[in-house]
């Protein structure tokens, strides 16, 4: 034996306590946000099918979800409204009584302490389904810039304590920041979707919230997801226009991405376990192929190990639970 030279890494993992002293990184409940859908109408609590343990509630359900996350020890939501009337406008993304509008002015008045996130967007709102205002086929960067400030400081005054705007048009984080400051929300946090790819782990998503483009695609906006280096320039413009969070989005097949953001960027970063990545999961687990607890933490863990410093995922009640030690 004597004669080999090697390292023993070994001798760090020999008890759970050992491993524990020089565990690199951890998991907690502060560190999630929980997406929820709400819909309009009354005593609706529509499971997704491709979501198992996911709902699109209505308003008058909600305060009981919100309780569950709060008691949980979810420090915060992001809350998608899916509005029955749609325009080629997206009117109802800005209007002051529109669902979204409503549902934060419920959340925060139920739980004042929990931080609410507006995910602002005109694709739930838009009868074409696409994030952006529309002339003959082409989505319309700068005119649709304007909507999505309105909709921002209509959020901030229904109560957002977050603004996160989702929609991939050039400027609209400068927009925004513009509005807000004019409206005098000069305090109110901007949590950019900045990287945000043209995916298809969007696909339960848009079931739940009724955004699927009615023609072509979002490749005009969304990133290409053979890119690296433009994420680094989309980051670089977002921080420069005044994005206090930027979300690296999908997660699971980018965690190179969130790394190189974190590698280049100081500010925090949130990590979107997004819709076809939480199927997947659920639909093996449903199968038994796998052990959903173990994989779903070690899923998460990989998001903070690659960078991320906040997760937002449809797991995070599961696994608030399961880092407590509950089943
Ligand atoms: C809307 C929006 C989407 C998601 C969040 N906001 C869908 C899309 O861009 O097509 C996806 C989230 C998920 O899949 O969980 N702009
Ligand atoms: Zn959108």
């Known amino acids: ?156 005054k229904a109560g957002a304590d977050i603004i996160a705007p989702s929609n991939m048009m050039d400027g609209f984080v400068a927009a925004i920041r513009y509005g807000l400051d004019e409206a005098g929300f000069d305090n109110t946090p901007i949590m950019s979707y900045g990287v945000k790819y043209s995916s298809a782990y969007y696909g339960p998503f848009r079931e739940a919230a009724h955004s699927t483009p009615q023609f072509g695609d979002r490749k005009t906006y969304q990133m290409d997801p053979a890119n690296r280096m433009e994420a680094l320039r989309e980051t670089a413009s977002d921080v420069q226009e005044g994005a206090d969070f930027m979300i690296v989005k999908p997660a699971l097949s980018y965690l190179d991405i969130i790394r190189e953001v974190r590698d280049n960027f100081d500010i925090p970063i949130v990590a979107y376990n997004v819709s076809g990545e939480y199927a997947m999961v659920k639909a093996a687990a449903a199968n038994g192929w796998i052990d959903e607890k173990k994989i779903v933490l070690e899923t998460l863990l990989s998001m903070k190990r690659a960078g991320a410093d906040i997760v937002m995922t449809y797991h995070a009640k599961d696994a608030a639970r399961w880092l407590e030690g509950k089943e």
């Not at 305060?63 to 325009?87: A, C, H, M, Q, R």
């Not at 209007?95 to 934060?104: F, L, M, R, S, V």
């Not at 009868?127 to 810039?145: A, R």
């Open 1 to 156: 034996m004597k004669e080999l030279n090697f390292n023993r890494h070994r001798r760090l993992r020999g008890s759970a306590n050992l491993r524990s002293m020089v565990r690199e990184t951890s998991l907690h409940k502060e560190d999630f946000i929980y997406p929820i859908f709400v819909v309009e109408g009354e005593n609706v609590k529509n499971e997704i099918s491709s979501m198992p343990g996911v709902f699109q509630f209505s308003m008058d359900n909600l305060g009981t979800e919100l309780d569950e996350v709060v008691d949980l020890g979810i420090p915060s939501v992001i809350l998608f409204g899916v509005p029955i009337e749609k325009d080629a406008v997206g009117t109802q993304a800005y209007h002051d009584h529109g669902i979204t509008q409503e549902a934060i002015r419920f959340a925060k008045n139920r739980h004042p302490e929990l931080v609410v996130i507006a995910d602002t967007c005109l694709c739930q709102y838009t009868d074409h389904g696409h994030c952006g205002v529309i002339e003959e086929g082409v989505i319309l960067n700068d005119e649709s810039l304007d909507l999505l400030a309105r909709t921002a400081v209509s959020q901030a």
